[in-house]
């Protein structure tokens, strides 16, 4: 009798539809994993596309957005957006979830189904990646704890109403509404398989409305003259490598964001899979052409932020329609997609002045008003039979279907900008108003990373406690590289030692030697000059530098900046009074060209990022006898120790303050003629 009550179990399972349902839960479990991994993408890509100061606070962003989101789409969310439809429940409406509230239980009073868990974790995955677009359009400039109030605003309320319009079992706006207990606008409601206006949309416009109210970044906007240019790379991204990895593991997420969509492979949905997966991979790349070669006439270079942001807008332009669309429609959506990111990023910059850092609101805004509005141009009435498994021959109007769906799909952009555009307004400006939506003006300076997370994202920390002590031996070079490699590896080495093969080159300033002259740098290495021989150069080589001592610390000082340096004052006993005649010194700071320079003489130079301290070469080219040659001395090397600012100090546009009035190098001891050696005077433009 037991072994028949075994087997009669046994039987009452469908081993065929058993098999279904683990392939189904296993797909999305595998789509959610991919949409989460997404999250690496946009780390990395907003990472580098911000400046190195404040990439420990974009980082810690990206991360709380899926804390965030984690916690309340399952506290509220998931109720807001899909409440009742695990249980069919009668008492659902067309605007907002009102149960499973915790994930406990329905209006029913049943016990959350197991086989709704693979999808919380789907749709979570969507919810957060919703939250994370606004965080590059207000990056560098926002505090944490009022993006940590954004995050929870978007994450619990803003999306999840969104969702259930367009994707639940009873919205107003939903291809997936019985229509027997609902009411749905237009024959198929909104056609968005993927999220091109649920997702992307809802993100991008309040990523547009958060960079709006927040304002742009110090000096983004700043008109520029003559002394000034200096600051057209301030902004530029300070790590395009992360940017591309970023933008490519999004790219590779993206399939499970789109493919996942169909929320099973069972039944024929592998097909339409596997279709997505191909619109997908013609979207993006016709995104990233369309953009690169967009901009190319104009600048006439390859611009690789426009690349990426293409491929991007290309991905949203088609996460709309990709299951119900052809390739060659694809091909031309996503190309339209990344010409309409292009012309946005120059309309916000140049006409609104709005700024986007990441062009959120570009790539996720525009592309998916683009992505909504494309479907009722190209989708195919047999394809949207095929994937919403219900008759109709409303579709795109290319097609002959009519102008239904087109003005269906406007409807829903409107709702959209409309319901997150007015909360997120109502949000940021409340912030605003009460000040605490954008840091002080002293921690956007200096960086968010220092004052908000007590460290950078790069550990800049360099020992220097030997250095001069090794500056002070015969054998330098040697000994501090040993003592680099020891402390931070050879990169380390290479900012910190003067490049030996450096040539010579003359500043703007009137020229006192000739550059054929072989110049000497702090360890009695020769930089060889045009034509001379290695006998003549052996010849011709000064004695080793005389020690020093010196550091010379900066106040206000981004070590990200590109930076002019003048020469405010050269002193020496054997100078005439006549400032005309006042002798030229020959200068080197870390790696950077040689400078011949008289009083009044500026030097532009660039500053590595990792860089905390600089190696500073003196030369002086002194008179010798009646005055009517020069020969060099390599008097001083001295550090100059790169400093944060100081609290209560003000850098934000030129000229930086200096913690002394000036820096100065001036070494103690005397030439072999018992002359004292130049003072030479420096100042930061």
């Given at each position: 009798i037991l072994c028949c009550v075994e087997y009669s179990c046994m039987a009452a399972v469908d081993p065929v539809a058993a098999l279904q349902q683990d392939l189904d839960q296993a797909w999305l479990i595998i789509g959610a994993a991919l949409v989460f991994f997404m999250q690496t993408g946009f780390g990395m890509l907003e990472a580098g596309m911000v400046r190195a100061k404040n990439v420990a606070n974009i980082l810690f962003k990206n991360v709380l957005d899926c804390c965030v989101s984690g916690l309340l789409?399952?506290?509220?969310?998931?109720?807001?957006?899909?409440?009742?439809?695990?249980?069919?429940?009668?008492?659902?409406?067309?605007?907002?979830?009102?149960?499973?509230?915790?994930?406990?239980?329905?209006?029913?009073?049943?016990?959350?189904?197991?086989?709704?868990?693979?999808?919380?974790?789907?749709?979570?995955?969507f919810s957060a990646t919703a939250a994370t677009i606004v965080s590059g359009a207000v990056a560098e400039r926002t505090r944490a704890t009022s993006y940590i109030l954004v995050s929870c605003f978007v994450s619990a309320f803003v999306y999840p109403v969104i969702a259930?319009?367009?994707?639940?079992?009873?919205?107003?706006?939903?291809?997936?509404?019985?229509?027997?207990?609902?009411?749905?606008?237009?024959?198929?409601?909104?056609?968005?398989?993927?999220?091109?206006?649920?997702?992307?949309?809802?993100?991008?416009?309040?990523?547009?409305?958060?960079?709006?109210v927040v304002g742009p970044r110090l000096g983004r906007f700043d008109e520029l003259d003559a002394e000034n240019q200096i600051k057209r790379d301030e902004f530029v991204p300070h790590n395009k490598v992360l940017g591309t990895l970023g933008t490519l593991i999004l790219w590779f997420g993206w399939y499970g964001f789109n493919c996942g969509s169909t929320l099973a492979l069972s039944g024929g949905a592998s097909l339409i899979a596997s279709k997505v997966a191909v619109t997908t991979t013609l979207g993006a790349v016709s995104g990233g052409l369309a953009a690169l070669f967009m901009r190319y006439p104009r600048t006439k270079i390859f611009d690789l932020p426009a690349f990426l942001n293409g491929v991007l807008t290309g991905l949203v332009s088609v996460t709309a329609g990709c299951a119900v669309v052809e390739p060659w429609s694809a091909v031309l959506m996503g190309?339209?997609?990344?010409?309409?990111?292009?012309?946005?990023?120059?309309?916000?910059?140049?006409?609104?002045?709005?700024?986007?850092?990441?062009?959120?609101?570009?790539?996720?805004?525009?592309?998916?008003?683009?992505?909504?509005?494309?479907?009722?141009?190209?989708?195919?009435?047999?394809?949207?039979?095929?994937?919403?498994?219900?008759?109709?021959?409303?579709?795109?109007?290319?097609?002959?279907?009519?102008?239904?769906?087109?003005?269906?799909?406007?409807?829903a952009v409107v709702m959209i900008v409309g319901w997150a555009g007015f909360w997120s307004l109502v949000f940021?400006?409340?912030?605003?108003?009460?000040?605490?939506?954008?840091?002080?003006?002293?921690?956007?300076?200096?960086?968010?990373?220092?004052?908000e997370h007590g460290a950078s994202a790069y550990?800049?920390?360099?020992?220097?406690?030997?250095?001069?002590?090794?500056?002070?031996?015969?054998?330098?070079?040697?000994?501090?590289?040993?003592?680099?490699?020891?402390?931070?590896?050879?990169?380390?080495?290479?900012?910190?030692?003067?490049?030996?093969?450096?040539?010579a080159a003359t500043s703007t300033g009137d020229t006192a030697v000739d550059n054929k002259t072989p110049v000497t740098n702090n360890v009695g290495q020769t930089n060889n000059g045009v034509g001379q021989s290695e006998a003549s150069q052996a010849a011709t080589s000064p004695p080793p530098a005389a020690k020093s001592e010196n550091v010379i610390q900066l106040d206000c000082f981004r070590k990200t900046d590109n930076i002019k340096i003048a020469v405010t004052e050269i002193k020496h006993t054997l100078h005439s009074a006549d400032p005309n005649n006042t002798p030229a010194i020959r200068m080197k700071l870390q790696g950077e060209k040689f400078w011949d320079v008289r009083k009044g003489d500026t030097m532009e130079l660039n500053v590595p990022p990792q860089l905390t301290t600089m190696l500073m070469e003196v030369m002086a080219w002194v008179p010798i006898g009646d005055g009517s040659t020069m020969s060099s001395q390599p008097y001083t090397v001295g550090l100059l120790d790169l400093v944060k600012v100081t609290e209560g100090s003000s850098c934000h546009k030129y000229p930086f303050r200096v913690t002394n009035d000036s820096m100065k190098v001036l070494d103690t001891s005397e030439d072999e003629d018992g002359v004292d050696p130049p003072e030479v005077k420096l100042e930061l433009l």
């Open positions: 789409f399952w506290a509220v969310g998931w109720a807001f957006a899909y409440g009742g439809d695990s249980f069919g429940d009668k008492g659902r409406n067309g605007f907002i979830g009102t149960s499973e509230f915790f994930l406990v239980g329905g209006n029913k009073g049943n016990g959350f189904p197991r086989s709704s868990y693979s999808l919380w974790l789907f749709q979570w995955a259930h319009w367009m994707w639940s079992g009873s919205g107003w706006l939903s291809p997936f509404t019985d229509k027997t207990q609902f009411t749905r606008v237009g024959t198929n409601g909104v056609l968005d398989f993927a999220g091109s206006g649920v997702v992307h949309l809802t993100g991008g416009v309040a990523a547009f409305v958060g960079a709006w190309a339209v997609g990344g010409l309409l990111c292009n012309l946005w990023c120059w309309v916000l910059s140049e006409k609104l002045k709005v700024d986007d850092p990441l062009a959120a609101s570009a790539v996720h805004g525009i592309g998916g008003i683009w992505g909504l509005v494309s479907v009722g141009i190209f989708a195919k009435p047999t394809n949207i039979q095929e994937t919403y498994k219900f008759d109709s021959k409303v579709g795109g109007f290319i097609f002959g279907a009519g102008g239904e769906q087109f003005a269906i799909q406007l409807l940021f400006m409340g912030m605003h108003k009460f000040g605490k939506l954008r840091v002080d003006r002293q921690v956007e300076e200096e960086g968010l990373d220092s004052h550990d800049t920390r360099t020992s220097f406690t030997s250095i001069v002590e090794l500056l002070q031996t015969t054998d330098v070079l040697t000994k501090l590289k040993s003592a680099m490699e020891a402390e931070s590896g050879t990169v380390g080495y290479k900012h910190l030692v003067a490049d030996e093969a450096a040539p």
